[in-house]
């Protein structure tokens, strides 16, 4: 038994927002109150911390097959874990992509031994290729959470409202990339002051703006559950806005670095602030926040995409692009949105665990009797020094940052998989 005592519960699914107790018997709460008594159980004394359900992270690249050398299954999960996270959905493009039933089940094996729920989706299309749909019948029978070509945008939309009814009628949700080629000069920098002065092609919002568009009709005419992932273009955002007043099932992802950093960043970070899509103005910014506000964008995701030293140490043309950003969300959540006012912490983590479960037809966490014991504690305003990664790459702009909302605890399954007091003495923290 884990008895955890006097923490501040918030929960957005009870809407619970108050100081209690909370006892776990096995992978389950058995029971919350106050002043409660367990004889023989382990006590976390969450005194001045937040103790809310596990995070979920819905678009993480674990790099597991084919590119383990950057991350893996295991280190995925451990650097998930340190960010508070119990579960994951990992994206499909590996190598081989995850467009049959024995890769997919490789990765769902694995994932089973890492102590959090690693959650697999499946390509929308046969070797991320754009030509031919994957059998989905068949992958969502074995599990697959949805379908994504993520990494690639699918260009050809008579195969994508294809996909679409497809999805629709199995109940599994489309997620999206929106990047068109044909407005893209180089990758990874926004088209602007900062390009100009770099002397570098760069990625205009267009690119983003003209597939989020198309994709929206498309997710209104079909019925579809479509995401718009990663979001970085305030046009895109509008887009998106108007499509849900129209009446469609369109969600949008936000990354914390979309809504932190701005174009100028790649000035002073170089690659490591090398993202696609892009980050891009003051003004995307803003706009990427006021979706947040309003429910517009409705997720809030990592887009965890580790890379080797090596591969970010290439020139900005040549290096890949992508952060590492498990083990940095909540903390930049908490500094970029809930510290400003512009949201509450109960919002956030709604942002955070509850609406992304939702999404991917996961019955979200909740402290309550009878739940699952998937569970962060954290200390909202408590500092700490990005310093040090559990994932195998540390390709973090973040680097170095004093942030909010340390995490002390993450407990999935009733089993505590990250202890911060034991990882600092370990890691010498």
């Not at 776990?24 to 106050?34: A, L, M, P, Q, S």
Request: hydrophobic share 40%; aromatic share 6%.
């Amino acid at each position: 038994m884990l008895l955890i005592k006097n923490g501040r519960v918030i929960d957005p699914v009870t809407h619970t927002d108050e100081v209690m107790d909370v006892l776990i018997d096995g992978n389950h709460i058995v029971k919350t109150g106050y002043d409660l008594e367990a004889e023989g159980a382990e006590v976390i004394d969450a005194d001045g911390l937040v103790v809310a359900p596990g995070l979920v992270d819905t678009h993480v690249h674990f790099r597991d097959p084919g590119f383990t050398y950057k991350e893996d299954i295991e280190t995925g999960a451990a650097a998930a874990a340190r960010g508070g996270f119990t579960m994951v959905v990992c994206m499909a493009n590996t190598k081989p992509a995850v467009d049959n039933l024995e890769t997919l089940k490789y990765i769902q094996d694995k994932g089973a031994k890492t102590g959090i729920h690693v959650v697999q989706t499946a390509t929308v299309t046969k070797g991320l290729a754009g030509k031919e749909l994957v059998d989905m019948d068949s992958l969502a029978a074995a599990g697959a959470a949805g379908f994504t070509d993520d990494g690639i945008p699918i260009m050809d939309e008579k195969l994508l409202l294809e996909a679409m009814e497809k999805a629709r009628d199995l109940d599994l949700p489309v997620s999206l990339h929106e990047e068109d080629p044909l407005f893209i000069v180089q990758p990874g920098v926004n088209q602007g002051k900062v390009s100009e002065k770099l002397g570098y092609g760069g990625a205009s919002r267009t690119a983003e703006d003209i597939m989020v568009a198309r994709d929206c009709v498309l997710a209104l005419h079909t019925g579809a559950s479509v995401c718009i992932q990663h979001i970085s273009s305030g046009n895109s955002v509008d887009i998106v806005r108007t499509a849900k007043k129209l009446g469609a099932d369109v969600h949008a992802e936000a990354t914390p670095h979309h809504f932190t950093l701005i174009e100028d960043a790649v000035l002073k970070y170089g690659t490591m602030a090398r993202m696609n899509p892009p980050l891009r103005t003051e003004k995307d910014r803003r706009q990427i926040i006021e979706g947040i506000q309003d429910g517009t964008i409705d997720m809030i995701v990592t887009d965890h995409a580790p890379h080797s030293s090596e591969e970010k140490a290439r020139p900005l043309d040549k290096a890949p692009s992508g952060i590492t950003g498990l083990e940095t969300s909540l903390a930049l959540g908490i500094y970029s949105l809930v510290q400003p006012g512009y949201i509450s912490l109960m919002k956030l983590m709604e942002l955070m665990s509850r609406n992304p479960a939702e999404f991917y037809r996961m019955e979200p966490g909740k402290i309550a009797e009878g739940a699952p014991a998937d569970i962060v504690i954290f200390g909202e305003n408590e500092q700490w020094t990005v310093n040090s990664f559990a994932s195998k790459a540390s390709n973090s702009p973040f680097a170095g940052w004093t942030l909010p909302g340390k995490v002390h605890y993450t407990i999935c399954g009733g089993n505590i998989v990250y202890d911060a007091e034991k990882y600092d003495a370990e890691h010498d923290v």
